[in-house]
């Protein structure tokens, strides 16, 4: 044995050969513990156990305790996950951990886990799982680890470090304006007719529009308060939970068609709690405005398969549930909308995420745009021919007098509701004679927003109304409500 006076540790050679390295350190509660190192030389001990000190010296302290992943697993479940984030939050990590955490890597050492033991790790998943599937894994593994670096368990996270090949996310094409009007025809008879109707019209959640409650409609102000969202609780049920995010929790204006159909609903209700003498007993929540037969929280799927069976009856195209929400960012871009506004009737934390995930080009918008800015890019080519070899020219001003007719034709009194004369039926030909085609092309991209805004109201008020006066509706339903 050899002992070193100059407190580098102490080394000595163990019966199976190996060399071993001791020195004590400070742990994280202020008390010293021994720490051990080994190598299969005198030299690689010394290095291991120098580099230990000089992390010491950096500030880095030894854990209380030497935690394997799968005790650190259960630990950081039910004291850190359970107590920080929501219950779907920790059903995701708790699966991910019990399913494929603990039997890959449970039994290694926290300090022992090391960049290439965790990517061999996750290459295998990738032989058996989807990319996606494989992230999630890591996203889990990581914040586990992240948690452990915070409490000084570990200096690194080597989860961080591994790679991972890109997920392409999956491409949305929500439903045009023709196809939600077609569904909307169809489903009016279905009792979850109303919900539909919140799901188009507001893009809420599923969760959000189960968790609504009579309270939450302020049908004299014409208001609709998102507050809650039904949620799997820690204990498998059913619960009324918070949202969200702090945005999630906003105010939304009651429409008229919404409202009526909602009034509708109530009086519907109303007579069956009556009729029902089972309503009541699994009161859960009180005064939902979408319960099940007996008066508690709805199960999600249940508007799902409600949704897709009147797809399927209907040979209308089949969107998830979720991407209704999708649908009402994009039209409501379309029509104009600031992404701001859309951001909030959604209930995003940013608007980045509105314009990142929830909106949604579409190739005839595109084309339009593109061709005014082939109409202004080619209009002036060749300036010095005649005017018959310019209108003979397909590549000229020819094809900017298609997108001059084109816009010109759009753009009249009849779309704006201006009277005869108020404006002149061709923009371009209103505009000064010395302004630039782009000048031309930028008001034209004026009128067209000004004209997409005013869609936004006549879809609501026009184009989604059914044949029964809506305001006899009305009328008769306060007086019965």
């Known amino acids: 044995m050899t002992h070193r006076s100059n407190g580098e540790g102490t080394y000595y050679q163990r019966k199976d050969g190996r060399w071993e390295g001791a020195a004590y350190f400070e742990t994280v509660s202020g008390q010293r513990k021994r720490l051990r190192v080994y190598g299969n030389t005198k030299t690689e001990a010394r290095q291991k156990l120098a580099e230990k000190q000089a992390d010491a010296q950096n500030g880095a302290l ?28 920790y059903a995701q990590c708790e699966g991910t951990a019990r399913l494929y955490l603990k039997p890959g890597l449970g039994k290694y050492k926290l300090t022992a ?23 999630v894994i890591r996203k889990v593994l990581s914040a586990a680890l992240t948690s452990a670096m915070r409490e000084e368990h570990l200096q690194r996270n080597v989860a961080r470090l591994t ?40 893009g809420l959640r599923e969760g959000e529009v189960l968790g609504l409650q009579w309270r939450d409609f302020d049908f004299e102000h014409n208001e609709l308060n998102i507050r809650h969202q039904i ?11 918070p949202l969200k995010t702090k945005r999630s929790k906003r105010p939304l204006p009651l429409l008229n068609f919404v409202r009526s159909s909602l009034l509708i609903h109530r009086r519907a209700q109303q007579q069956e709690q009556i009729a029902n003498p089972s309503w009541g007993t699994d009161a859960r929540v009180s005064g939902l405005a979408f319960p099940n037969e007996l008066g508690g929280p709805m199960e999600a799927s249940r508007i799902r398969h409600a949704f ?21 960012a994009t039209l409501l871009a379309e029509f104009g909308a600031p992404i701001k506004e859309v951001q909030l009737i959604l209930g995003h934390a940013n608007a980045t995420t509105t314009q990142r995930v929830y909106t949604h080009g579409s190739a005839k918008a595109s084309r339009e745009w593109l061709e005014v800015l082939e109409a202004a890019l ?19 001003s020819r094809q900017f007098s298609r997108q001059v007719a084109l816009l010109g034709a759009t753009f009249t009194t009849s779309n704006f509701g201006g009277a005869t004369g108020t404006r002149t039926l061709d923009l371009f030909h ?23 805004r005013s869609w936004l109201v006549g879809v609501v008020a026009v184009n989604l109304a059914v044949k029964t006066s809506t305001k006899d509706k009305e009328d008769t339903y306060d007086q019965a409500a």
């Open 62 to 89: 030894l854990a209380d305790k030497s935690w394997r992943l799968e005790e650190y697993l259960d630990y950081w479940l039910e004291k850190i996950v359970k107590n920080n984030r929501r219950p779907a939050t």
């Open 113 to 135: 886990l090391t960049v290439p033991l965790v990517q061999s790790f996750l290459d295998e998943k990738l032989a058996k799982h989807s990319v996606e599937g494989v992230i």
């Open 163 to 202: 790679q991972l090949p890109t997920s392409e996310a999956k491409e949305v094409e929500p439903w045009t304006i023709d196809e939600a009007r077609r569904f909307l025809e169809v489903a009016g008879t279905h009792p979850l007719y109303p919900a539909f109707l919140l799901l188009l019209f507001y």
């Open 231 to 241: 949620q799997r609780g820690y204990s498998g049920t059913l619960e009324l939970s």
């Open 308 to 328: 897709y069976k009147v797809c399927d009856e209907h040979e209308i195209r089949r969107i998830r549930v979720h991407d209704t929400r999708h649908g009402v």
């Open 378 to 396: 080619t209009a002036k080519q060749k300036d010095d021919r005649t005017q018959g070899d310019r209108l003979s020219d397909d590549g000229g």
């Open 430 to 452: 209103a505009m000064a004679h010395s302004t630039t085609l782009i000048d031309r092309a930028t008001e034209v991209n004026k009128a067209m927003t000004s004209y997409r």
